[in-house]
């Protein structure tokens, strides 16, 4: 072997005996692997707890998310919001006008089940202030709790239990662009006042209503005096001095068939200035079939004889009304009415003739169930003749 060769054997051979040299062995080999198998099974089990652990996060967040949407959704069905108004233009003996009547906002809340609160605030005539014609109320503010699924009791300021509209007197639930005048001048719709009440329904037919409240404080000089409407306080630092109990009986004998009557008892109207009781009796009936309808309504105020010595007449105040109506279109969206009425703020004197009768004719197109628009025609005569026709719109939401 020359030289040359055996440089190049030692240089390949060399390499091979240092390679194994350095291979390990069956059994360091098998130690190798079960190392790099245990060594995977912890980071499997690693990322499968990684995985709970996402897994639980994720179930955590959505529960939080459900209860978060809950709560959402529970204090907007606590919360109660909604309101309504009507416009006028009127064409009477006495000219033209255009009024934004009324203007009002309910705001309600529901602390549970059995107790929520209700409220009703309405600008009148749009502008109020010195020197505008209209005027900011608050007609309702009370707390109404149920004592259970047929009796409940009321506290703060809320409309007398009297009449057919007092209570519900939105736009669209009324003929006539006005309401009228036998529930506006005898008993005094819109009438509220500060008070605490009770109600019972004794059966599906049968129920009744009780209100302690604070009484009139009517003018005791001038044209106004002793008149009823005049004498609303309306909570507004009202007189307390003497108060008011109303009792109201509400029979259903059929189901389109609603009979009221309803009894107040003033103690004294001019707050014991002159020691003026009044009494207050009010019967209504309302039926109902295949879109005929048919109200009638009796108002009867006996005040206490004194009266007469200072305003002839107011001793007695009264009035009555009759109004059929008929709705009809596929889905009821039009409807007519007629309504005769009657009333007397001076019927004590049995001297002069000092009624007012009027006959109204219209027809009220419902755009929805919540807008109305209305359109009236009154002839009157007696004591007052004002003739003339009305337009209107009004909402409820």
């Known amino acids: 072997m020359c030289k040359k060769q055996l440089i190049f054997f030692l240089l390949f051979i060399t390499p091979l005996s240092f390679a194994a040299k350095d291979t390990p ?63 006028h233009f009127g064409n009477t003996d006495k000219g033209n006008s255009i009024d934004a009547h009324r203007f009002v906002l309910f705001n309600g809340y529901d602390f549970n089940d059995r107790t929520r609160f209700y409220s009703e605030l309405e600008i009148e005539h749009a502008l109020s202030g010195e020197g505008q014609p209209g005027e900011v109320e608050v007609e309702q503010a009370f707390i109404e709790h149920l004592l259970n699924e047929k009796t409940k009791t009321t506290a703060g300021i809320s409309l007398l239990p009297i009449g057919i509209i007092n209570e519900t007197h939105e736009p669209t639930t009324f ?20 008070g605490v009440g009770f109600s019972q329904n004794l ?3 049968f129920g009744y209503d009780f209100f302690v409240s604070e009484g009139l404080n009517t003018p005791l000089s001038g044209s106004n005096a002793f008149l009823i409407r005049k004498g609303r306080q309306g909570a507004a630092n009202a007189i307390a001095s003497k108060g008011a109990i109303t009792a109201r009986l509400r029979l259903s004998p059929l189901t389109n068939l609603q009979i009221n009557a309803s009894l107040m008892q003033q103690q004294d109207i001019t707050q014991g200035v002159l020691g003026i009781d009044a009494t207050l009796f009010e019967a209504n009936a309302q039926y109902n079939i295949n879109g005929f309808t048919f109200k009638a309504l009796y108002a009867r105020w006996d005040l206490d004889k004194k009266v007469e010595e200072i305003a002839a007449g107011r001793s007695k105040q009264n009035g009555f009304y009759i109004e059929p109506s008929y709705r009809f279109g596929k889905q009821n969206q039009f409807g007519v009415f007629g309504r005769y009425s009657n009333w007397d703020n001076n019927a004590g004197d049995d001297n002069n003739k000092t009624d007012i009768t009027q006959l109204d004719l219209g027809f009220n197109f419902w755009l929805t169930h919540q807008v109305v628009f209305k359109a009236d025609y009154q002839d009157q005569s007696g004591a007052k003749d004002e003739d003339g026709f009305h337009l209107g719109m009004g909402y409820s939401f």
């Open 25 to 87: 062995s069956l059994e360091q080999m098998w130690q190798i692997i079960q190392q790099q198998q245990t060594t995977i099974e912890k980071l499997k089990a690693q990322i499968q707890g990684n995985a709970q652990n996402v897994e639980q996060q994720s179930q955590v967040l959505e529960i939080i998310s459900d209860n978060i949407d809950e709560s959402t959704n529970q204090s907007q069905s606590k919360y109660k919001f909604g309101g309504y108004g009507e416009v």
């Open 175 to 194: 003929y006539g662009v006005e309401r009228n005048n036998v529930e506006k001048n005898i008993i005094p719709t819109t009438w509220w006042a500060a």
């Open 203 to 205: 059966s599906p037919f």
